[in-house]
């Protein structure tokens, strides 16, 4: 516990001690933003409150092209060039403060979101919302049914919460899912076996939880992504997207 509020310290104090470094970022990278709740009573660190959630959106529509993880996928496997940093947003577990609260904020602003969501949980979009959200643009894709612990998990188990998500989706859509998200998502979540089921399942890349950013042509089932929480400032927001906290992935790959 002392370890976590440590943790949590340190990074505050990272984000808000760090300076945007325009000369760290002469390699364009695409940087994919990592969040989980949208509502204005926050449930845990990683729910933002919907002004700074709109906040941020416009903060990175000044300064940022903002992609889909289908243009991010692009750009990452060469199909694109890529000329300057780019932004994709994406949400985890998707809980329906993500309906109710950052999808009008996300098409309000025209900016594409993917939701990596977990198919059997409790508390998630219903099918309708996940139609209409698809419908305006929003992106799906795989976050095991019930936010498996992957590294723990049975081979058995593993393979049926990875390939089922992704027909539960595909059921729902009827398109093809073909982005990842490790639950947790720090580097012992997941192991080199739920890498592999994962791609045997025909997902074409994975996101972890190990902040950073993303080059053209690195390993596509160990994406890295940027976490953005509750207690950052738009300020630290700035610097957070700018690659102040990059240097974090040493912590989360622990
Ligand atoms: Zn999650």
């Not at 059997?120 to 919302?129: E, L, M, R």
């Not at 929480?229 to 300020?235: C, Q, T, V, Y």
């Amino acid at each position: 516990m002392l370890k976590t509020k440590a943790k949590v310290w340190l990074r505050r104090r990272c984000a808000a001690w760090g300076k945007i470094d325009k000369s760290r970022l002469t390699q364009p990278g695409v940087r994919v933003l990592m969040y989980h709740d949208v509502e204005d009573v926050a449930s845990n660190i990683y729910s933002v409150s919907t002004g700074m959630f709109e906040d941020q959106l416009k903060y990175l529509k000044d300064n940022f092209e903002i992609v889909s993880l289908r243009q991010a996928y692009e750009f990452l496997t060469g199909q694109k060039e890529l000329k300057n940093t780019v932004i994709a947003v994406s949400m985890d577990d998707g809980r329906e403060c993500i309906y109710y609260n950052a999808f009008p904020l996300l098409k309000k602003n025209n900016v594409p979101g993917c939701v990596f969501l977990t198919t059997a949980d409790k508390g998630i979009v219903t099918k309708d919302q996940v139609k209409e959200m698809r419908a305006a643009g929003i992106e799906f894709g795989g976050h095991t049914r019930t936010h498996c612990l992957l590294s723990r998990a049975p081979l058995e188990q593993m393979k049926e919460e990875i390939v089922g998500c992704k027909a539960d989706l595909e059921a729902v859509l009827s398109e093809s899912i073909e982005f990842f998200a490790y639950p947790y998502g720090l580097r012992r979540h997941y192991n080199q076996l739920s890498r592999q089921i994962v791609q045997e399942a025909g997902y074409k890349c994975a996101f972890s939880a190990i902040n950073g950013i993303n080059y053209p042509g690195c390993e596509l089932f160990d994406l890295k992504r940027t976490k953005i929480e509750r207690d950052d400032s738009l300020e630290s927001f700035k610097k957070i997207v700018n690659g102040a906290l990059d240097c974090w992935s040493i912590f989360d790959s622990i």
